[in-house]
DNA sequence: GCAAAAGTGTTTTCCGTACACCCATGA
DNA sequence: TCATGGGTGTACGGAAAACACTTTTGC
């Protein structure tokens, strides 16, 4: 009957729909490989390590299931309820964490943004699928709502904090950015509104380039300021006890 | 090397000033009688039980330090660095948990807000002390930057939800509500403009009755309208692994 | 009547939205 | 020249701030 803590996080990208439609969010998922929820999808994980504080433990997480360093990290919530009803209590991961049955698991929940990793080294670990966030399979625990809610927290965030950067390249055009802003949101955005309101919050400025290639005007390049750029967020204080 | 769970809470209340000036905020802290940090103040909580949820255990901790049910409660963060540099790793209590100096502690940190016990059966716990937030003591660990956090939260939060709810008894005057609001928010309020915005939320409506005894006109009561009360918050779903 | 707070009305300013319009480029 | 998106200007409407003013009580 031991404590025994998980870290797991909810990793989002952006890319093409799976028809090759508009910008999505997509999250990588770890099919379980032991009960309870044998089988099903869960969001990424494992038991903190010794060694680590809560938030190295999500990066090796989200490392080791998508080879990607995260642009943007924060804590989302602390589950820990007893009415984890009947869910046998095994760990937070989906994966290989060592959590007996009998044990009590309180769990701590990040979200990251991460880059497309269009060419990357794709890595593409066992049992590590992507998945659409309008698209998600059934899920172990209640990592549907946990989604919900980290989905929830993004399109919030974006509305008063640089958060787009984290999925664009060091230079961008205000469509790019336009196009992130929607594909979170979820709905199009005025244009001309939206330009004049990316270049007042002062967040983002022109680098003097200009995007050529395009069968049309070419659009200047954009970059964040150095001040407004944030990987790790502002929120809370260092450690506590 | 055990890993060692404990349950903080930020617990808020409303009073006059020391020199009974104007509302301001208050909080109980309790002196630590064992090391890191012995016979420094800190924030009141203890070791997570085996048999209870997190909020659970933040309820406890309220209720033996203060003897009240707080009006609302919420997950403000979860603390679990190793940056702790010089804090020898004792329990997230100022209490008696029962943390060993090798452990490691992961700490999960609430946020309450209570009603003044004004006439409350006004327990006194031992090594327990209200202080105003404006002149706190020096504190363990980084409680201070924790009481910080949790007062800008306090702050944001009273803008867009009835959280002044928590510190108002069942009917109250206008002058009251924003009476809550200005000592929250530190700067003082248009009446006139506050009225309407509160009541332009329709979080509020008026009984019906008035209050008399002032020395002037005598100002309508009002109450929370029952779709907006919440003493647990929206926040997250339920639990998670 | 006077002081004081309740409560209403009005004006101004600001911000988000909608949308018309011109600009620069590739084809 | 036309199509396409980049980029600018402008008018409308709602919300918030500032503040004048009326109302109702106790003294």
């Known amino acids: 009957m031991a404590l025994q803590l998980a870290v797991s996080s909810v990793i989002l990208a952006l890319r093409p729909a799976p028809d090759d439609g508009p910008l999505t969010l997509w999250l990588p998922l770890v099919r379980r490989i032991r009960e309870p929820y044998e089988g099903s999808w869960a969001l990424p994980g494992g038991p903190l ?29 602390a589950f820990g309820g007893l009415d984890r009803s009947l869910a046998g209590g095994a760990g937070g991961a989906g994966g290989d964490d060592g959590a007996d049955q009998a044990d009590r698991v309180v769990s701590i929940v990040y ?32 990592h549907t709502q946990v989604i919900d809610y980290a989905l929830a927290r993004l399109r919030a965030k974006i509305g008063y904090s640089p958060i787009a950067h984290a999925f664009l390249p060091a230079e961008f055009t205000l469509a790019e950015l336009r196009a992130v802003h929607e594909a979170v949101l979820g709905r199009e ?3 001309a509104n939206f330009r004049r309101q990316a270049l007042a919050t002062g967040a983002v400025e022109p680098t003097g380039h200009r995007l050529q290639g395009t069968r049309h005007r070419p659009p200047s390049l954009y970059r964040y300021r150095a001040e407004s750029v944030a990987t790790s967020p502002t929120p809370p204080p260092r450690s506590a006890s």
Chains 1, 2 share one sequence.
């Not at 010794?50 to 919530?77: K, N, V, W």
């Not at 497309?116 to 049992?127: S, T």
């Open 189 to 191: 955005l005025d244009p």
């Open 49 to 77: 390590g010794e060694a680590c504080g809560l938030e190295q433990a999500a990066r090796d997480a989200l490392s080791s299931t998508t080879g990607l360093d995260p642009a943007y990290l924060e804590q989302l919530y």
């Open 111 to 142: 979200w990251a943004l991460v880059q497309a990793e269009e060419d990357q080294a794709a890595v593409r670990a066992h049992n590590v699928e992507w998945f659409p966030a309008s698209a998600l399979p059934d899920l172990a625990f209640d």
